[in-house]
């Protein structure tokens, strides 16, 4: 007995009497209990001289497994995206009031204080040198950091300049060039350090909330807690 199209038709929102709903309109439970409901319809119907074969029979009932296994399957997904949101909440909570090293090369200078900056190398380098400029870009200092391994380090500028002299506070950058032992250059990103003023959901996304100057920044944007 062959399958009867109309039953496919409502199964997949086509024919007139389901296809209003439409299958963004139907969940996938609401979907299996129609299929079943179709099913033992079709086996009611059957012509006892042409009874459905049972290769077809098998094939339907798992099409009816499959639909029942993906709603579950999305319901199991959803609850464990809950739980990573709430302990993401909790994770992000705690961090308020520590320094937190983020992507960028800013380096601030004031109230006889100098806030650290960080590396992330894609790779281990033999030789890394950091060089801070002014607004202007004219070279205030350059330091060789020697051999690092690859990930994220942080680092601290004494705030002096080529002559050992004081700078003056402000705003400065710093930018990093590494290479390998073979002269290569190295993949590297400059970090710029971050006070974790409070906590924010946006977009259905954790952030951290680091002042005006630095607005805020996803949780997993942060490449280390100080």
Known sequence: MAFDSSLVGQINGTSSTVGSKGMGATSASELGEEFMS????????????????????????AQINTVSGIDKLNNTLASITGQ???????????????????????????????????????????????TITDGSGRTINQYDLGEIKAGVQSFNWDGTDTTNAR????????????????????????????????????????????????????????????
């Open 38 to 61: 179709l099913l033992v319809a079709q086996l009611k119907n059957q012509d006892p001289l042409n009874p459905m074969e049972n290769s077809e029979f098998t094939s339907q009932i």
């Open 84 to 130: 990573i949101d709430a302990s993401q909440k909790l994770q992000a909570g705690a961090m308020v009031g520590r320094g937190v090293l983020v992507e960028g090369n800013k380096i601030h200078v004031g109230n006889n204080t100098v806030l650290p900056f960080g590396i992330e190398l894609d790779g281990d380098a033999a030789k890394v040198t950091a």
């Open 167 to 226: 700078v003056e506070d402000g705003t400065y950058q710093v930018t990093i060039a590494a290479t390998d032992g073979s002269g290569r250059a190295v993949a590297s990103r400059a970090l710029q350090y971050g006070y974790v003023s409070g906590v924010m959901t946006a977009n259905n996304a954790t952030k951290l909330d680091l002042g005006p100057n630095m607005g805020s920044v996803a949780f997993n944007d942060v490449k280390q807690i100080l």
